[in-house]
């Protein structure tokens, strides 16, 4: 089985614009969550898509979303960049359907807010 | 606030020695997992232990659940130089679907 990809691996983005992240779960999980990484706060999670419905949200702004695709695919969008958004995103797929389930994690989008 | 804290936040040790890292949560759980994080790179699956194991073994891990403590361990004997990296443990405070991460352990085994 393929593992989970995310797209693009680094991005370059300056304040006050917007990012779209994408991620690509393992073929057959239907939950996606997004987490966010950063040597001050460690790993944070932002939220899980299953089955297109946002099922858990963490504690970010509205500024941060996404969405998830019938096909599972899930997209995460930032606006209006801050510099403290600079992180490693990690996207991770699972079966979902347990509590606690085993995550897999894509290789991360490593942002830069200039 | 973390779930889970791991304790060291960073461990150094030689080659071929036992590494053993900790960590501590809040609320009940019904299973715990470890997970290991190469610099950089996205977090691996180590282990899964339920509320109602006290012990599991992979390999060179050893896991050890206390549920009255609330604390579990890792232990990974014969360290090598690959095993550098950190490790987090993970909990499933209230049932939730999604593991709550703690900050983990920074590990660095010398050759």
């Known amino acids: 089985k393929a593992g989970v990809t995310q797209t693009p691996r680094y991005l370059i983005k300056t304040r006050g614009q917007q990012v779209t992240l994408s991620c690509s779960p393992i073929s057959g999980h239907r939950s996606v969550s997004w987490y966010q990484q950063t040597p001050g706060q460690g790993l944070q999670f932002l939220f899980e898509y299953f089955s297109e419905t946002q099922r858990n949200k963490g504690n970010f702004p509205g500024r941060f979303s996404g969405r998830q695709f019938s096909n599972s695919r899930s997209e995460m969008n930032v606006s209006t960049l801050e510099l403290g958004d600079s992180a490693l995103y990690l996207c991770?797929?699972?079966?979902?359907?347990?509590?606690?389930?085993?995550?897999?994690f894509g290789p991360g989008t490593r942002l830069t807010v200039l | 606030s973390q779930q889970g804290e791991e304790d060291p936040q960073a461990l150094s040790i030689q080659e071929g020695e036992n590494a053993t890292m900790n960590c501590s949560y809040k609320t009940s759980i019904n299973n715990l997992q470890w997970y290991r994080q190469n610099s950089g790179r996205g977090l691996v699956h180590l282990i899964l232990?339920?509320?109602?194991?006290r012990e599991k073994h992979s390999g060179r891990l050893r896991v050890t659940l206390d549920t009255s403590k609330k604390s579990s361990s890792l232990l990974i004997t014969a360290s090598r130089a690959a095993d550098t990296a950190s490790y987090f443990c993970a909990t499933d405070p209230g049932g939730s679907y999604i593991p709550t991460f703690g900050r983990g352990t920074s590990l660095i085994v010398h050759p």
């Open positions: 232990i339920r509320s109602n194991e």
């Open positions: 991770a797929s699972s079966s979902g359907l347990t509590t606690g389930s085993e995550q897999f």
